[in-house]
């Protein structure tokens, strides 16, 4: 069961980096088609939340389909997604001033044209489809309890900023030829500067997580910790939990494990073996957060002056006096 709702979920968050991609391409072709640049700014918005989310998946996804240990997991999320995040980051910023100095050419011509009414239709279109998918996200989330919640309310609320704003551009715009009202024409590039300082933003808070939200995230105790090792301690052949480390990445705050614990030392190399499997699967299956753990098994040594039932057994000198 644990197992179904964790792919429940990974398919729901994979559903909304689906549809921003495919809300970014039809409100880009009708940006293009009908004139809008504010349209065509909120497309690369949309493209920007996709990639957001697109990114922080990559360091789970394994093409082999083989376990990965938390040190390839740690290597591809300081490594690859900085990279990925930096490079796409520079394309969003780029856009978003290339829609802002193309706005203020257009109104500096004086030769501005209202959009067709095929940017009114988009807009309400990719509003209602968006509101939609990110209900259905958070009615999920909500449910299993999942930590994602705040991050996808607030990609969500800054979309919604944008789309309201092409609308109210968009609509003004449409509206100056009907009322006669050439001012009114300017609407669509005032709302385009607009949405291209938001993509901006988006591009620059890509930037500043890549670079320094995992060093700052190294640094802090994880806030779920004490979860973690309740978990761990309750696994039957675990002794102790000599050590835990837990590691945020993304925006979506996935968390990679690093456990130590102690077992008899009597166990076998295939009951440990079966002991770690045991705890990183009820991690990964419980804390939906948590994307892999990797468990070292050590035997327990609880040293001097105490002494284990193994020292004993193994000790020729009698412990009673003849």
């Not at 240990?69 to 591809?76: G, L, M, N, Q």
Request: glycine content about 6%.
């Amino acid at each position: 069961m644990n197992n179904e709702r964790l792919n429940h979920t990974e398919s729901v968050l994979w559903a909304g980096i689906v549809t921003d991609f495919a809300l970014a391409l039809c409100k880009g072709v009708v940006g293009y088609l009908s004139g809008s640049k504010a349209l065509i700014g909120d497309a690369l918005h949309s493209a920007a939340n996709a990639v957001t989310l697109l990114v922080d998946r990559l360091p789970s996804f394994n093409m082999t389909g083989n376990k990965t240990s938390i040190r390839d997991k740690r290597s591809a999320t300081e490594t690859t997604e900085p990279m990925i995040s930096i490079l796409f980051a520079v394309l969003f910023i780029v856009g978003g001033i290339q829609i802002a100095v193309s706005s203020i050419q257009n109104m500096a011509s004086g030769n501005v044209v209202a959009p067709t009414k095929s940017a009114l239709v988009a807009v309400f279109i990719s509003l209602a489809v968006n509101e939609a998918v990110f209900q259905y996200q958070i009615w999920h989330i909500k449910r299993n309890n999942d930590p994602r919640y705040e991050v996808l309310s607030a990609d969500h609320r800054f979309a919604l900023y944008c789309s309201l704003t092409v609308l109210i551009g968009v609509s003004l715009s449409m509206g100056g030829p009907y009322w006669d009202w050439q001012p009114l024409l300017y609407m669509d590039p005032i709302a385009a500067l607009i949405v291209a300082a938001l993509v901006i933003r988006k591009g620059y808070i890509l930037i500043i997580h890549s670079v320094y939200g995992t060093v700052a995230e190294e640094k802090q105790q994880h806030e779920h910790e004490a979860e973690f090792m309740d978990t761990i301690q309750r696994v039957h052949g675990v002794i102790t939990v000599e050590e835990l480390r837990a590691q945020e990445y993304g925006q979506l705050r996935q968390v990679n494990l690093e456990v130590k614990v102690t077992v008899n030392p009597r166990t076998s190399i295939l009951e440990a073996q079966e002991i770690a499997d045991r705890i990183r699967k009820l991690l990964i299956h419980r804390f939906n957060q948590v994307a892999d753990a990797k468990v070292t098994v050590v035997p327990y040594e609880p040293g001097y002056p105490y002494k284990s039932n193994y020292d004993l057994m193994d000790n020729d000198v009698p412990t009673l006096r003849q």
